[in-house]
Structure formats: structure tokens, C-alpha cells
């Protein structure tokens, strides 16, 4: 994608992940690193889907297709992050990545998401 429409569409910062790729799960969803709440989960994924569900109607053919394909990306976070065989394998994937230790205690969703 030439245009940065995470940054556009969803407001995510585009020094959290390379260009013309995506964000890592949790920066897609909006939450914290490690945040495992199924609510703010389910919550965040709802929301970023129905920010992008616009976007799939567009009459430029390629923001349709970008926006398609963000929408399966996000369906593909709230999978993965929804599973406890998933999310801690893929946990332990992102904390080398970025060289961050994988929490001991479970990481609250913004208060944005979750009241």
C-alpha cells in the first residue's frame, strides 16, 4: 500500500510497524502489548471492523481492496488473540520481536475500550 491507511483510517501511529506492512496484532486492535481480555478483544475488533466497513464501499477500486484486506487482518488478530494456545504462542513470537518480556500478570485494556 502505497498510502499509509493505517495511519488514516485508524489512527495507528506508522512507527510501530514497517511500511507496507501491518501493524503487530495489538497495535491493529488498539490495545496494549499482551492485553488478553476477550471483552476488549472482541470490543476492539468490532470497532476497527465497522471504522474499515466503510472505507470496503469506496468507489476507488484499491482503497476497497486495502480496506478489505485490513478487515481480514483484524479478523485474523481478534482469532489469534482470542485463543490462549494462540495468543501465547504468538506472545512469545512478538516479545523477541521486540524485545519485550511477556507480562506475569494480565495487562488491562484501555479504559477507552473497557469502562
Known amino acids: ?3 499509509d491507511y493505517y495511519k488514516e483510517w485508524l489512527g495507528i501511529d506508522p512507527s510501530t510497524h514497517q511500511p507496507d ?3 503487530d496484532h495489538y ?6 502489548h499482551f492485553c488478553h481480555h476477550p471483552g476488549a478483544v472482541e470490543i476492539s475488533a468490532k470497532q476497527r471492523l465497522e471504522k474499515l466497513d466503510k472505507y470496503a464501499m469506496l468507489p476507488e477500486r484499491l482503497k476497497r ?3 478489505t484486506h485490513m478487515m481480514n487482518e483484524v479478523a485474523t488478530a481478534r482469532v489469534a488473540l482470542s485463543d490462549p494456545k ?3 504462542r504468538y506472545d512469545e513470537l512478538l516479545s523477541k520481536k521486540l524485545g519485550l518480556k511477556v507480562p506475569d500478570k494480565d495487562v488491562p485494556p484501555p479504559s477507552n475500550i473497557m469502562p
Do not use: I, S
Open 1 to 3: 500500500m502505497a498510502e
Open 21 to 23: 506492512m501491518p501493524p
Open 86 to 88: 494462540h495468543y501465547k
Open 65 to 67: 481492496e486495502a480496506a
Open 27 to 32: 497495535t491493529l486492535l488498539g490495545l496494549p
